[in-house]
């Protein structure tokens, strides 16, 4: 039913290095995606949103890509940071309103 | 206010009592939603307003289930007979324009229901 599918489920890493998280969609038709962080406690906040014809795109440390032939998308965490330590949740839109959320990739930092 | 704001940030029910949630968006903004956040899932949809009107309520998961947005800005979601099913993080959001796929959804911290 889920046409958001995250991996890893979770993750430990230690701060300063560097780790991938991975979003596998089946949502059609495809208008966006949005890779959100939401830290224990708070709603998520965007991190990224990209197009169909976007490849590739940053927001600071973080670095969002997207193969929309293969329907696969990723988010690359650079020299982690305690303040990484969140969930991090793939979003597909479709062409309307509603958004279709992943169960979330939950990230540790450990110092 | 800067943000979405929720109220209250927890509520404890037991089975059977009615609970009603509050959301005030983003002044100014046009669309709301409302999701349901099961506890290690992605959010679930439940409902959708432009301005006062209810263009949406396919998510809402039974009819005890209930919104409104009388005057165009703060929602009310009301769960009449709550059951233990209903324990979750209901979470409010809203969006500047009306809410064709690429507008941006800020969303609130959410209230955490519990129902013993």
């Known amino acids: 039913k889920n046409q958001v599918e995250q991996s890893p489920q979770s993750l430990i890493i230690l701060e300063g290095k560097n780790c991938t998280l991975q979003?596998?969609?089946?949502?059609?038709?495809?208008?966006?995606l949005r890779w959100y962080k939401q830290d224990t406690g708070r709603g998520p906040v965007s991190l990224t949103i990209?197009?169909?014809?976007?490849n590739t795109k940053s927001n600071g440390r973080y670095t969002a890509t997207l193969d929309a032939d293969t329907k696969q998308s990723s988010l690359h965490i650079t020299a982690s940071q305690l303040s990484d330590s969140a969930s991090y949740i793939c979003?597909?839109?479709?062409?309307?309103?509603?958004?279709?959320f992943g169960a979330g990739t939950t990230v540790t930092v450990r110092a | 206010g800067a943000g979405v704001s929720q109220s209250p940030r927890y509520k404890v029910a037991k089975r059977g009592q009615d609970v009603a949630l509050r959301c005030d968006p983003i002044?100014?903004?046009?669309?709301l939603f409302w999701y349901q956040q099961a506890l290690g899932q992605g959010p679930e949809f439940l409902t959708y307003?432009?301005?006062?009107?209810?263009?949406?309520k396919s998510g809402l998961p039974s009819d005890r289930f209930f919104a409104e947005r009388p005057e165009g800005s703060v929602s009310t979601l009301k769960i009449q007979r709550t059951q233990q099913e209903d324990s979750a993080v209901y979470l409010c959001?809203?969006?500047?324009?009306?809410?064709?796929?690429?507008?941006?959804?800020?969303f609130g911290p959410g209230t955490r229901l519990t129902v013993l």
């Open positions: 959001a809203s969006s500047l324009g009306l809410s064709y796929s690429y507008n941006e959804q800020f």
């Open positions: 979003c596998n969609y089946t949502v059609s038709p495809f208008s966006n």
């Open positions: 990209m197009t169909f014809s976007e």
């Open positions: 979003v597909v839109s479709a062409a309307d309103y509603k958004l279709s």
């Open positions: 002044s100014g903004h046009v669309s």
């Open positions: 307003f432009q301005n006062e009107a209810q263009l949406d």
